[in-house]
Structures are given as structure tokens and as C-alpha cells.
């Protein structure tokens, strides 16, 4: 799965390898400073003429280590954090950049929220553990040998020490990390169980205050923070043996090291001053092991992002143009669906849409009704291919869209999608959207047309107005309309309004629509309405039911011929004529 | 959305494993002193356990000085004698013996290690689980101004990051800060004892030390802020564009916020690693500075040996080759807790400004409720009087605090009733209306009119700043806030479902109804049809806020609820707006049995919703311009008729 991040190191390879080249320096000096310690003692002190010279030299030898330790260990720091943030912009622009490749279908499949997580937390978690691996791993792994190696140089025998101990070490760290591992995963869980009721709690607090729930929340939210309470305690229970279990192997092996070394003096083969270096080797080697042991569970904890991470990396993209002409022009606004299937789980057995037949011509305005999850979207986002049909062929301008280079297709069918959105930024910046290039006065003619001008002027100021995050500042309806208008500024050939008028009243949607039939005549226009009223001036209207087109007629026939349009103008002109 | 609600996903905590250390923090508490001794007191229960907690932390961080403070004995006492005037059996049953000692005393460390983790383990979930608890259940005692006030976002990041930082500084910073503490003075102590003129050096480096600290912990500091201001940016884009994704693409920008983003990026990594060097180059400078004093002290100390052993060394400064050795391993000991303190004390501060959050939250004033009065069952006794009963009944009665039961008939009264959000603009302004019980009363208007202020302030979700709501005579004051909101059902616009199963969810209006009862409920809303074809039917999960099912379907639910809690007063509040007028006329009969008998209260935005009403009220900016019924209105031609024949003008 690593591998997959190779490319992130891009650009900062030199600086990981810098740093990691740094602080091997630096743990080599610090494990020579005890070395030339022990000779200090050995050949100034514990001689039968103490040399004053031989103190000085050694001395001096080991502050200019010291120093020079010092300055690789900041550069090393210095470098790491470049090398660590700099992988972790490279991930950042991948997992974005691939992002913005999705198509609706790979966008469906991951929630909103859980991209915003990936390129964030996840980032983070990835960075932290790649920083740690090139400061941590080779520089704790060249400690340990090195440190042995000094410690066999002073006294072979004596090493036998580390030969018990670093195993056992070893084992007892990785078996913890390995066997709490399941417990922390559960605990988290269980963590998230807790927050999800919070969550629920803050989302929904006048429903739980109006049904006076509050009580019963709280004797379930504590049973759930009981739950982690437990959960967390069973997972910490085994980490804290860590602690007592390293430092009792580190006191093991200062206890045999004195001990085992007590009698290689005595009998002569060996120094008093070799002991106090060995000594030192102790802590060195057993806090690398430790390091490792930190590396290997900061791997393991962060398996759950780096399998997140990799997941985005790997989606496959299932609509691209790659073989489109990128000279195909879309020659007029006309649009055919023929034997259209589709299925969100691109499943033959589990049609949204199934056998569509229709023919719209250029210039024409189609209403389109259905109840709830009769496909109404669905049908129109196939149009601007913003999803791929199972089986048949969707045509605009008379040609596949899969011909289409996706940019040439999606900027003449401008599509006004139900949940919309406007972006942080001024009301112009926004419009600009449909169009880099527009002049004031197309600007300011695609908002008359979405009825958008007057109030965009009614803001002291018009159209330089921040919107903030969302389009906070603007009501539903004024939201609609600057997102119709933002549309139309691409002038496009094709027009797609899904549900894009129900928060504005309904003199405003049915100016709209006037609007749009004298100011863009000739592009044709598909309007997607619960309020009846909205699609009875169409020049044709289609009836949808169960991802079924049950009938395309004009109004005045379909009221004629069609129950569910009949039922659907009944329920809502009922009783309209009693004045 | 800037307050977004995130679920917190399992990545956001993982990084709180075993060993794992956070980012860099430098949040300061605005009162820390306060906020600590406030802290204290979540720790009164454990007591007892903290004080052998400390027993045993004290007792490992002397037991790995003693440890260490018996090499000097075993080399000076019995090594070098033994080397000098060679082994006997005595000295070395002495050497085993010093040994065994030096065994035993790390030993008892390490237990004591062991049961100071264990312990604090439970006492850190113990208040963990205390102060969720306690936030918890004051969240539900806040009112709705709190919500409105604070977003999503924040108030979760108290359940999150706050307690995070929390636990962090409960299971590690503060057992760490006694046990460096402990070390530190007494291996000083220790030094002091060996030679105080050793010491002078160790003294001189750990104010450059602590100057070291104090210099980075300021330009890191002026860092962190850069990094959190780019990662805000950097983030916040990240999170706009997710949101916008497919408009994103339906406008072919893809290109566009690449490069955009790739800017947003560019600048968080100059700035985060500007942070991170500073934050991470302390440990190098701290560790290295420790070995400077190694080697100086080393060379100092041996030529005070060599000035021993030439017999011309003034007591003070006498040091014997053990004594040195000993002394240098003290040098090691001495900086490692300092360098461990220097950095707890930046989680520990980030902790308490989290807990200092914490406690604002459950300081935060709880909705007021003086009301007396009580909603009670009732039956009508053989003498034809009410009398309360325990059961449930269909019949409600008010008791007040003397004992007078009296009928709740659902008369609800609005008397100049002004209102305002905040003090400033007002939202209703001198309104007065009444509903006689069983009549269904509407509100029409555009948004912003005070359509839903106005049923906000029949449960009190809020409180009038002038005028009188009375319920069946009682201004609304006198009424025990639950009674009052259990006496009314209210369908809001966003409907919000639980985790848990459909039944659950409907159950949710009466939590002891019956099976049969909620099944009853659900053919009237019409969505037993739809819940039959679920999964599990009845059973199914609902999960995430009903993210598998339509509004529509969320909607029928929401009534389903509403029908269940079977109360005088019912309010619904664009209930049927995500419902297709088609299937809106199906459940129609369903409606209309849950509206009979009952006082209705009818926002809706679809006219045809509440044409039948026996009173409709248009609002406009916070005033009722019309009102009357629907044939009247239509008659007066007024703003009512404008609206809707607005929906029919083109016929």
C-alpha cells in the first residue's frame, strides 16, 4: 500500500534523505561521546600517571562532537519538516486533483464529509508518520548496530547482555502493539458511536426539546459514553504495560551489566571506565528498540488513513473523454434518448431509468413531472453526461455525448442542479462562474432573465455583495436565482432546471419562465417542477413514474389522457375556480 | 457551509494510540489558574487512588535515582577494592548483595510504574466519562438561543478535541510533569550531595536551558498562529469545494480550482513547515545541550580526580573516579525529565484552554423554567369532575400547584405579542390571534415573514419580550415547560430522524407505545406502505439522519411521530413540503384524521395545503396584513389572492 505514496516524495527526496542522513550523524556522535568518555577515564584518570593532556583532548573531542551533534540534530529538523510538509502538499494535490476528476457517480460514493476527512486528518496522519520514518527508522537502526558494535568493541563478553535483551524487548513491544491494536479499533468505534449521538443531538435539538426527549437522550448518551468508557479502558489496559515492561528489561540489563561486568573487573578482563560506556550503550540500544517499536505502531494505527488515502487514489473514473474529438462542436439544442437504461449500481437487475425513448427539438421547452423517486434527475443528468447510461445512447445535437469532449458538452447544456450551491466570494465572482469573460452587461442580463437584478441592487453592495461560505447571506429563493442566472451566463444551447424555482414564489417562477422563453428563444429548455402551474405553459411535458417515461404530450392532451398528471393538477388547482 | 456538522470520522482520533504524540499546540487557557483548580475538583471521587497514584510515582522516580545512585557504592566500595587487594569471599557476597539491592529497588520502579498507569487509567476514564456526562446532559438543558448562536461544528469540537486534549493530558502530561518533577529534584539533590561544585555546571546550563525553551516556545509560537491561519484557508476551500463538487463539474472548473488550490497549498506547506521546524528542532538542542554539559563536566571532573589523587584537591571539589561516573550518568538523568517537562507543559496548557471551553459550555445559562403548572392524565370521575389519573387517558387536565385539575382543551391566545431575536430587530410585532381548540389555524407569508417564530414561541423555544400567550387561560409562563411542549406535537421543515430502527423512530412521539399503536400511527402518516418495503420493514436502521431514505418518506415519518404523541396541540411547520402533491393528496385523509379534534397550527408555503384551514393569517415582516379564511381572503383580493392565483394566472 506504501507504494502507492511514492510519488508524494516528489520534489522532497533530497531533504528526506538529508534528514535522515543528519540524524544518523547525529546518533553516531552521540553514541562516540561515551566511547571517548570511557577512554578519558580510562587512559587519563584510571592510569598510575593521570595524563591532564589525554583529559583535555578527549574532552575536547567530545564537546566538538556535542556541537556538531547539536547542528545536525536542528538541520535534521529543519529538513525533516520541509521533506514532511512538502510529501504532504504532494498528497494533498493528488488526492484533489484526483477528486476533481471524480464524476457524479465516484462522488456519490464517497461522502462529502469523508473526502474533507481524507485530505485533511488522513493527510496529517500520513505526514506524521512519514516524518517519524526518515528521522526514526534508519537512524535508530544504525544506533542499535552501532551501539553494539562499540559495546562488542569494549567488551564482547559483556554484549552477550544485548543479545537477550533486544529480542525480548522487541517481542514484548510489538506483541503489545499488536494485541491492543483490535482494542483501540473498537474503542474508536465506540468513540464514534458516542459522537454520532452528539451530533444527532445538536442537528435535532428542537425535535428532542419539542418531544421533551432530553431526559431519554441523556440516559442513552451515557449509556454509549459508558460503552467507551469501557472499551477505552480495555484497550489501555494493555498498552500501559509498555512502561513498566521496557524499564524493567532497561534495569535487567543495568543490573547483569554490573553485575556480569563487577566480575569481568575483578578477574581483570576488564576496565572500571568501560563499565561506565556500557552503561550507556544500555539506554541507547534498548531507547532505539523503543523508537522502532514507535514507528511500527504509528504504522499500524495509521493503516485505517493510509487505507482511506489509497482508496481515493485508486477510484477508478468511470466516465472520461480521453477518445472524444476535441474539435466536435455541439451544433444545435436537440436532444434524443433512445432505449436509455441506467443504474446507479450499474446493475442490469436494478434499473433507475429503463427503455427511454424521446426526441426533443432544438429550441423547444419540455416540463418534466413525477413523484418522488420517479427518476426525474436522474433522466436529466444523463444529458450533460454527468453520469454514464447502462445501455442506449443519449444525443445532443444529434451526436452521442460520449463524442463530446466533456467541456465542449457541459458548456452548452447548463445544467441548474436541486441542491445549489454558491461559493464563498462576491455575487459577481459567482456569476462568473458560467462565464470567465462576461461584460457587466451580460451579467446583468442573465440576472433580469433569472429575476435576480432588482434585488442583487436592492444590496448596498449590488453586484460586489459577499456571499461568505455557502451563499449564507442570500434566502433560498434569491439562492435559486443567482444560480439560474450564473447558468445562463453560459449562453448555453441547453437549459436544465431541476426543481431550481420552489424556495422563490410563485409570481417570481412564472416570470422566470417568461423570461426565458422570449430571452432564449431557440435554446431549448427542460424544466423539472412540483408545482404544476410551473410546467402547464411547456410545449411538452413529460410524465415520469418508476424511472418510466409513461407519457410526452402536450399539456392540454396529457390532462386529457393521463391519470397521474390529471391527479397531480387536481391536487393542486382543487378548488382554484371557487372565486 | 461554514458550520458544518462533521461526523467525526475514526481518523480523526487515531492518532491518540499508545506512543503517538500530537502536533504542536500553544492554545493558552485565558485563566489558567482558575480553570486548573476547577479542574481539581473532577478529581475529589478518585481521592484516595490519586494519592497512591502519587505514592507510586514518586516512589518509580526515586527508585530509578536510588538504582542509579548505588553505582557509585558498587564501583568505589567494592569494584575497585576488590581490584586493588583482590577478591575475597566476603567482599564479594558484599558485591552480590549491593547488587541484589540495586536489583530489587529498579524492580519495585517498575512495579510501582505499572500500578500508577493502572490506577490513573481509571481515574482518567473515570473523569473522561464525568465530564462527557456532565456536558452532555447541561447540552440538553440549554436553550434554543445557545443553538442558534453556536455552530455544529463547535460545540462537537468540545466533545472532541477539548476532551481529547484532556485525556492526553490525564493518562500522560500530568503522571509525566510529577515523575520528571520528582527526578529532576532529586537527582539535583543527589548531584549536590556528590559534588557541589559539578553542580555549578549543571545549574549554568539549565538556565540556558530553560532561556533555549522559552526563545523557541515564542518563535514557534508566532508559527503555529501562520500554519493555523493557512490550514484554515487551506481547509476551508477543501471543504467548499467537496461540498460544491458537482457544480464544480457541471461548470467544467475543475482546471481552474486545481490551480487555486494548488496556491491555498502551496502557502500551508511554507507555513506548517516553518512550524514544525521549530516545533521539532527543541528535542535536538535540549538532547545535544545535555551532552555539552556531558563533556564539560566530564573533562572538569576528571581533573578534579586527577587534583584528588595528587593529594592537592581542598574538600569541596575531592571527587573520586565512581563519584564521576556516577555524576555523568546523573548529567544523562538530570536532562532527559527537563527536556519531558518542556514539552508537557505545552499540552498541558492546550488541555486547559480545552477545559476552560468545556466549563464555558457547562456554565452557559439553562432555559428558564418557572412554570408551576403540570400536564396530568385525567378521566372524568362518576360525579361528571375531572380526576387525575395515573394511566393514560384521551382526556388531559392541567393541575396547578394547589390541585385544581383543568381541562386542556388546546385555546391558545396571542395577545400584542412583540418579538425579537436579539433584542434589536423585530421579527413579530404586536401580533394578537387566537385559536379556539379543535379549529386549524395557517401561516402564510414569504420567508422571513415570522411564520415559525411565531410556533416557536408557543413551546417556548423562545421567550416574548412583550405581550401574553396564554394556553387554556394560563399564560404559557405558569406551565412547566415539558408539560407545555408534551401537550404539543410539532412536525418541523428539516426533519430529523435518530439512529436506530423505524420503530424507534416513531416511538420516538410516546416512548411506551405498542407495537400496534405505532404500526396505527404509520398507515395514518401513509408510510406504512413504504416502510413494508424497507429491508427489515419495521425494524430497518435508520442511520446517519435517515440518509437511506427520501424527505419525502423522512417526512411521513416525522408525522407518524407527531400522530403518535397523540397531543391537544399540533403543529406542523412545512410538513408536507418535500412531499409530492400527488402523494400529499393520498395521505390527505390521514392528515385530516390527525388534525380532527385537535388546535392545528399550519405553516405551509403550498397554498393548497391550507386552503381548508378555519383561519388564515398572512404575515409580512412581522405583522398580519390578512386574515380570515380562505373564501374571504380570496374576496378581499388582497396579498392572499395575489399569492395564489400566482400559481394559476397562466392557465
Not at chain 1, 566511547?35 to 584518570?45: D, V
Not at chain 2, 520502579?109 to 487509567?121: E, F, K, P, T, W
Request: include cysteine; charge should be neutral.
Amino acid at each position: 500500500m506504501l507504494r502507492k505514496f511514492f510519488p508524494a516524495v516528489r520534489g522532497y527526496g533530497r531533504q528526506s534523505l538529508g534528514a535522515s542522513f543528519m540524524i544518523i550523524l547525529e546518533g553516531v556522535l552521540e553514541i562516540m561521546i561515551p566511547f571517548y568518555m570511557t577512554k578519558l577515564i580510562n587512559e587519563g584518570i584510571d592510569v598510575a600517571v593521570p595524563n591532564i593532556n589525554i583529559i583535555i583532548k578527549y574532552g575536547a573531542l567530545m564537546l566538538l562532537m556535542a556541537v556538531f551533534a547539536l547542528i545536525t540534530g536542528a538541520l535534521c529538523a529543519r529538513l525533516a519538516a520541509v521533506a514532511g510538509t512538502g510529501f504532504a502538499m504532494n498528497l494533498r494535490n493528488m488526492l484533489f486533483t484526483k477528486v476533481q476528476d471524480f464524476s457524479f457517480a465516484n462522488v456519490d460514493k464517497f461522502s462529502s464529509a469523508s473526502i474533507v476527512t481524507r485530505l485533511t486528518t488522513d493527510v496529517t496522519n500520513i505526514q506524521n508518520l512519514y516524518t517519524m520514518l526518515i528521522r526514526m527508522t534508519v537512524r535508530n537502526f544504525i544506533i542499535m548496530i552501532t551501539a553494539f558494535v562499540f559495546a562488542v568493541a569494549v567488551n564482547a563478553r559483556l554484549a552477550l547482555v544485548f543479545a537477550v535483551t533486544i529480542p525480548l524487548l522487541a517481542i514484548v513491544m510489538f506483541s503489545i502493539v499488536l494485541i491492543a491494536h483490535p482494542f483501540f479499533e473498537r474503542m474508536l468505534k465506540k468513540l464514534d458511536l458516542m459522537n454520532a449521538r452528539v451530533q444527532e443531538n445538536l442537528i435535532a435539538i428542537r425535535v428532542v426539546k419539542a418531544f421533551v426527549k432530553g431526559e431519554d437522550e441523556k440516559v442513552s448518551f451515557n449509556e454509549s459514553a459508558l460503552a467507551l468508557k469501557k472499551a477505552q479502558l480495555a484497550a489501555e489496559r494493555i498498552v500501559i504495560w509498555n512502561n513498566p515492561i521496557s524499564q524493567f528489561i532497561f534495569y535487567a540489563a543495568m543490573v547483569a551489566v554490573c553485575f556480569f561486568g563487577g566480575q569481568l573487573i575483578v578477574g581483570g578482563k576488564m576496565k572500571v571506565g568501560d563499565l561506565s560506556g556500557f552503561l550507556a550503550y544500555i539506554g541507547q540500544i534498548l531507547a532505539s528498540v523503543m523508537m522502532l517499536s514507535m514507528v511500527f505502531v504509528s504504522f499500524i494505527i495509521t493503516r485505517a488513513s493510509q487505507k482511506r488515502i489509497a482508496e481515493v487514489l485508486d477510484e477508478k473514473i468511470d466516465i472520461n473523454d480521453d477518445e472524444a474529438d476535441p474539435d466536435l462542436k455541439v451544433a444545435d439544442g436537440s436532444v434524443e434518448f433512445e432505449n436509455v437504461n441506467f443504474s446507479y449500481s450499474k446493475n442490469p437487475d436494478n434499473l433507475t431509468l429503463s427503455g427511454v425513448n424521446f426526441s426533443v427539438r432544438s429550441g423547444e421547452t419540455i416540463g418534466i413531472i413525477g413523484g418522488t423517486g420517479s427518476a426525474k434527475t436522474t433522466l436529466v443528468q444523463l444529458i450533460p453526461r454527468l453520469y454514464e447510461v447502462l445501455e442506449g445512447s443519449v444525443r445532443v445535437g444529434g451526436r452521442d455525448v460520449r463524442e463530446y469532449k466533456l467541456h465542449t458538452l457541459r458548456d452548452q447544456v447548463a445544467m441548474v442542479l436541486q441542491t445549489n450551491l454558491l461559493f464563498s466570494g462576491t455575487i459577481e465572482e459567482n456569476l462568473r462562474w458560467g462565464n470567465e469573460n462576461a461584460t457587466q452587461e451580460q451579467i446583468e442580463a442573465a440576472c433580469r432573465a433569472a429575476c435576480a437584478h432588482d434585488f442583487i441592487m436592492s444590496f448596498p453592495n449590488g453586484y460586489q455583495t459577499d456571499l461568505g461560505q455557502g451563499g449564507v447571506n442570500v434566502s433560498g429563493g434569491q439562492k435559486q436565482r443567482l444560480c439560474i442566472a450564473r447558468a445562463l451566463l453560459k449562453n448555453p444551447k441547453v437549459v436544465i432546471l431541476d426543481d431550481s424555482t420552489s424556495a422563490c414564489d410563485t409570481a417570481t417562477d412564472a416570470s422566470i419562465r417568461k423570461a426565458l422563453r422570449t430571452e432564449l428563444k431557440g435554446t431549448t429548455t427542460f424544466i423539472i417542477a412540483q408545482r404544476i402551474a410551473s410546467v402547464m405553459d411547456a410545449d411538452r411535458v413529460m410524465v415520469l413514474d418508476d424511472g418510466r417515461l409513461v407519457a410526452f404530450d402536450t399539456p392540454e392532451r396529457l390532462l386529457e389522457t393521463n391519470d397521474i398528471y390529471r391527479e397531480v393538477y387536481e391536487s393542486q388547482m382543487k378548488g382554484g375556480d371557487e372565486e | 457551509m461554514s458550520g458544518n456538522p462533521k461526523a467525526p470520522k475514526a481518523s480523526e482520533t487515531v492518532a491518540r494510540g499508545p506512543g503517538m504524540r500530537g502536533g504542536p499546540k500553544f492554545a493558552k487557557p485565558k485563566n489558567t489558574k482558575g480553570t486548573f483548580l476547577r479542574l481539581l475538583k473532577y478529581f475529589k471521587p478518585y481521592l484516595l487512588t490519586l494519592i497512591i497514584v502519587t505514592i507510586c510515582i514518586i516512589a518509580a522516580a526515586e527508585a530509578n535515582v536510588y538504582g542509579t545512585a548505588q553505582l557509585k557504592p558498587i564501583i568505589d566500595d567494592h569494584l575497585t577494592p576488590m581490584v586493588k587487594n583482590g577478591a575475597t569471599a566476603e567482599a564479594w557476597s558484599r558485591f552480590v548483595t549491593a547488587i541484589i539491592k540495586m536489583g530489587a529497588v529498579y524492580a519495585l520502579g517498575a512495579v510501582c510504574i505499572y500500578i500508577h498507569s493502572r490506577l490513573m487509567l481509571k481515574v482518567s476514564t473515570g473523569i473522561l466519562y464525568d465530564i462527557r456526562t456532565e456536558m452532555f446532559a447541561k447540552m440538553q438543558k440549554l436553550p434554543i438561543k445557545y443553538f442558534d448562536s453556536h455552530t455544529h461544528g463547535e460545540i462537537m469540537s468540545r466533545y472532541t478535541n477539548d476532551t481529547d486534549s484532556m485525556r492526553e493530558m490525564l493518562g500522560q502530561s500530568v503522571p509525566n510533569l510529577i515523575n520528571s518533577f520528582f527526578r529532576v529534584t532529586s537527582v539535583f539533590v543527589m548531584m549536590v550531595d556528590l559534588s557541589p561544585a559539578l553542580t555549578v555546571i549543571t545549574i549554568i546550563m539549565l538556565v540556558l536551558m530553560i532561556f533555549v525553551v522559552k526563545t523557541l516556545g515564542k518563535r514557534s509560537g508566532a508559527f503555529y498562529k501562520k500554519r493555523q491561519a493557512a490550514l484554515g484557508v487551506a481547509n476551508g476551500y477543501i471543504e467548499e469545494m467537496t461540498e460544491g463538487q458537482k457544480v464544480v463539474k457541471v461548470f467544467c472548473r475543475e482546471e481552474k480550482i486545481n490551480t487555486r488550490f494548488a496556491e491555498l497549498n502551496d502557502n500551508l506547506r511554507k507555513a506548517e513547515a516553518g512550524a514544525n521546524t521549530w516545533a521539532s528542532i527543541l528535542m535536538p538542542i535540549m538532547g545535544n545541550l545535555s551532552y555539552i554539559q556531558y563533556a564539560i563536566t566530564a573533562v572538569i571532573g576528571a581533573l578534579m580526580v586527577v587534583a584528588a589523587i595528587k593529594g592537592n584537591a581542598h574538600a569541596l571539589i575531592a571527587l573520586s573516579v565512581g563519584e564521576l561516573i556516577t555524576f555523568l550518568q546523573y548529567t544523562r538523568n538530570f536532562a532527559q525529565p527537563i527536556t519531558m517537562m518542556s514539552q508537557q507543559f505545552n499540552s498541558i496548557l492546550a488541555a486547559l484552554a480545552g477545559a476552560e471551553r468545556i466549563f464555558a459550555l457547562i456554565d452557559e445559562q439553562p432555559e428558564e423554567d418557572e412554570g408551576m403548572i403540570r400536564l396530568v392524565n385525567a378521566r372524568i370521575g362518576e360525579n361528571g369532575e375531572l380526576e387525575e389519573c395515573s394511566e393514560r387517558t384521551d382526556c388531559w387536565a392541567w393541575k396547578t400547584p394547589e390541585g385544581e385539575l383543568t381541562r386542556v382543551r388546546g385555546h391558545v391566545i396571542f395577545k400584542d405579542v412583540t418579538f425579537s431575536y436579539d433584542g434589536e430587530k423585530i421579527v413579530l410585532d404586536d401580533i394578537s390571534l387566537y385559536a379556539k381548540p379543535g379549529q386549524k389555524i395557517a401561516f402564510v407569508g414569504s420567508t422571513g415573514a415570522g411564520k415559525t417564530t411565531i410556533t416557536n414561541l408557543i413551546n417556548r423555544f423562545y421567550d416574548i419580550q412583550d405581550g401574553e400567550i396564554t394556553y387554556d387561560g394560563f399564560n404559557i409562563r405558569e406551565i412547566a415547560k415539558d408539560d407545555l411542549r408534551r401537550s404539543l406535537a410539532m412536525v418541523l421543515q428539516d426533519t430529523h430522524l435518530f439512529t436506530g430502527t423505524v420503530r424507534e423512530n416513531i416511538r420516538f412521539g410516546r416512548k411506551y407505545a405498542t407495537d400496534e399503536e405505532v404500526e396505527k400511527a404509520a398507515k395514518l402518516a401513509n408510510a406504512h406502505s413504504f416502510i413494508m418495503h424497507l429491508p427489515e420493514g419495521y425494524d430497518t436502521m435508520i442511520v446517519d439522519d435517515g440518509e437511506n431514505l427520501s424527505q419525502g418518506q423522512r417526512q411521513l415519518l416525522a408525522i407518524a411521530r407527531a400522530a403518535i404523541a397523540d397531543p391537544p396541540v399540533l403543529i406542523l411547520d412545512e410538513a408536507t413540503s418535500s412531499i409530492d402533491t400527488r402523494t400529499e393528496a393520498h395521505i390527505e385523509r390521514g392528515m385530516d384524521e390527525l388534525m380532527r379534534g385537535r388546535t392545528v397550527f399550519v405553516i405551509a408555503h403550498r397554498l393548497s395545503t391550507v386552503r381548508n384551514s378555519n383561519a388564515i393569517m398572512v404575515l409580512e415582516h412581522g405583522k398580519i396584513i390578512e386574515r380570515g379564511d380562505h373564501k374571504e381572503l380570496i374576496a378581499q383580493r388582497g396579498r392572499y389572492y395575489k399569492l395564489y392565483t400566482g400559481a394559476f394566472e397562466l392557465s
